[in-house]
């Protein structure tokens, strides 16, 4: 029985990341089932020892196509399972070739094709002879490839199998899109317009949830609060436009800068503010995770590119930063404590402590008051990252 593949859910969801900042995912499983479901009908098509999705990653996506990776979100076969995760230059192999050019390719010979990237090969030491590869588009954009290997039966793939094989892919670009569809419509009660971040309404919903589960088991949860610093400078000098178009950026880089921490929840709380749940993080760990995010929007360049018609890109540098503060929230060992009473007192002492950071100059990281203590005593890190009480 053949075994179909795929990432976790969780780490599926920044794949449909595309297109606008507003698409996400309706169910994590649905994503799951459907790559896999794929991967059957390809089989069906053209039964084939392995076969496997690579996907770009819209976070570090760049125009330049060769530039980018592509990742193995969904595989079956001998050995396959090892790869999903694994990153593949797009530079590189017969997928890599297809995704750049965005034109199917059939080997009936592997091992004397310029193409053919061997090392993957190697690593799972199943040994491809025949391989045919057809581009995957969401619109009219290539977002990755699919890719058979070893047809079963006579071992060599033929152009009426890749024929096929490119009915079927458009099959597939017509499934992803839909599954993107649905998935965006789903969360745009959830969503921020603007950035595609959650809103403030589902911040508090999953803070909440969150809490409860720190409670149920026991484990610290944190909170961020953010403010972007001279935010009003940009509108004013600048335009609205501009200053919308940096939160969207803003967004972006909270996203990329976050993306290996998947279970964190990024808000935008309103305006210029952002809000971060981190779960299972204590205060030492949310408070690095603070840095992480205060040392990329100090360094990036915002406004890089033009961001309409007659908006020329300004290159913001060394003007934007963030003021940051964190509280943890440790569940109690005893006595009974109402859970909005807990959540107003987080929210609270992250606020406080993103205040205190404004008002020591700005572009710092303070780390708030323990629950139910008395004046804060706030941890701050410098814009070199270190700290001082």
């Known amino acids: 029985m053949i075994e179909y593949n795929s990432l976790a859910p969780q780490e599926l969801a920044r794949f449909l990341d595309r297109h606008k900042a507003s698409f996400s995912l309706k169910s994590e499983v649905d994503l799951d089932v459907v790559l896999r479901e794929i991967l059957r009908k390809a089989y069906e098509f053209v039964p084939s020892e392995s076969g496997c999705i690579l996907l770009d990653d819209p976070y570090r996506k760049v125009p330049e196509r060769r530039d980018n990776d592509l990742v193995f979100i969904s595989t079956f076969g001998p050995g396959s399972r090892e790869l999903l995760g694994t990153r593949l230059s797009a530079s590189r192999g017969i997928a890599g070739r297809v995704y750049e050019t965005g034109k199917s390719y059939l080997s009936e010979d592997v091992g004397n094709d310029q193409y053919f990237f061997r090392d993957i090969a190697d690593s799972i030491g199943h040994q491809p002879f025949s391989i045919v590869c057809v581009p995957i588009y969401i619109g009219k954009n290539v977002c990755g490839v699919l890719e058979l290997i070893n047809r079963h039966g006579t071992g060599v793939f033929s152009e009426r199998d890749m024929t096929l094989l490119e009915i079927f892919a458009g099959y597939t670009s017509f499934v992803l899109q839909n599954a993107l569809d649905a998935r965006r419509a789903h969360e745009l009660a959830k969503r921020d317009d603007l950035t595609g971040l959650f809103n403030d309404r589902w911040f508090h919903v999953r803070l909440a949830e969150e809490m409860e589960t720190a409670r149920e088991t026991g484990v610290e949860c944190s909170l961020i609060f953010m403010d972007l610093d001279n935010f009003k400078f940009v509108n004013d000098q600048h335009g609205h436009l501009a200053g919308s178009q940096v939160l969207r950026e803003v967004g972006f880089l909270l996203k990329r800068t976050l993306q290996k921490i998947d279970c964190a929840v990024i808000s935008r ?121």
């Open 269 to 389: 709380y309103g305006g210029d503010e952002f809000v971060i749940i981190l779960p299972g993080h204590g205060v030492e760990a949310g408070a690095e995770v603070a840095e992480r995010v205060r040392s990329a929007i100090a360094e990036t360049v915002f406004l890089p590119n033009d961001y309409g018609f007659g908006l020329p890109a300004v290159k913001l540098k060394g003007l934007l930063s963030a003021s940051i503060g964190i509280a943890s929230y440790v569940p109690p060992k005893s006595g009974p404590v109402k859970p909005e009473h807990a959540r107003n007192d987080l929210l609270r002492r992250a606020d406080a402590a993103m205040y205190e950071a404004k008002s020591r100059g700005k572009n710092l990281v303070v780390v708030g008051a323990a629950a139910n203590a008395g004046p804060e005593t706030p941890v701050v890190s410098d814009t070199s990252g270190s700290s001082a009480r």
